[in-house]
T-cell receptor, first 115, second 117 residues
């Protein structure tokens, strides 16, 4: 099925470092969503983006909806140990009558933080 | 404001038995999605439902799997005659009604872990 290109696949960083990950697609999306998943838990929504060029922050997290509508990035500043987890991007095609709104997912970025 | 509620959180079934997973969407949400996640893998879309309608079941295996979202009550994902390969985490998500031309946020439950022995 359709899938987003998410990179990097994994990251191992020192506490306090900044982190950047991104997703790209060949399709144009109407919505970009970023989720974090920890072991044994469901994905938790971090940031939702609805407009091209939109830049949104949630605490130390910042995400942007690319101008082309085909990409998005997520930055985490000053990482801490509890940032450990798998970060997923998900895109949603333009909503119109009759469209289903299932998400297209990236394969995730696994983040490890060394205290 | 309760989130997406799934139960059971953990379910163990013997090969050949049936598994039923339930999902109550967030209050005010009329769209439900089911995803499957195998260990060390991403989420795989299974089915998308609105009340009493299956909108997209392109990710559902053709046999043994079925889903419903009745007018009253939770959405049910049913797996008949389970096999070991069905062992996975099954996540339900919900979103509010469609808004023409705009995106909607999708919220996930904490998942149901199925183990087939």
């Amino acid at each position: 099925g359709q899938q987003l290109n998410q990179s990097p696949q994994s990251m191992f960083i020192q506490e306090g470092e900044d982190v950047s990950m991104n997703c790209t697609s060949s399709s144009i999306f109407n919505t970009w969503l970023w989720y974090k998943q920890e072991p044994g838990e469901g994905p938790v929504l971090l940031i939702a983006l609805y407009k091209a060029g939109e830049l949104t922050s949630n605490g130390r997290l910042t995400a942007q909806f690319g101008i082309t509508r085909k990409d998005s990035f997520l930055n985490i500043s000053a990482s801490i140990p509890s940032d450990v987890g798998i970060y997923f991007c998900a895109g949603q095609l333009r909503v119109s009558a009759g469209n289903n709104r299932k998400l297209i997912w990236g394969l995730g970025t696994s983040l490890a933080v060394n205290p | 404001n309760a989130g997406v509620m799934q139960n059971p959180r953990h379910l163990v079934r013997r090969r050949g038995q049936e598994a039923r997973l339930r999902c109550s969407p967030m209050k005010g949400h009329s769209h439900v999605y089911w995803y499957r996640q195998l260990p060390e893998e991403g989420l795989k879309f299974m089915v998308y439902l609105q009340k009493e309608n299956i909108i997209d079941e392109s990710g559902m295996p053709k046999e043994r799997f079925s889903a419903e979202f009745p007018k009253e009550g939770p959405s049910i994902l049913r797996i008949q005659q389970v096999v070991r390969g069905d062992s996975a985490a099954y996540f339900c998500a919900s979103s509010p009604a469609n808004r023409e031309g705009s995106g909607n946020t999708i919220y996930f439950g904490e998942g149901s872990w199925l183990t087939v022995v």
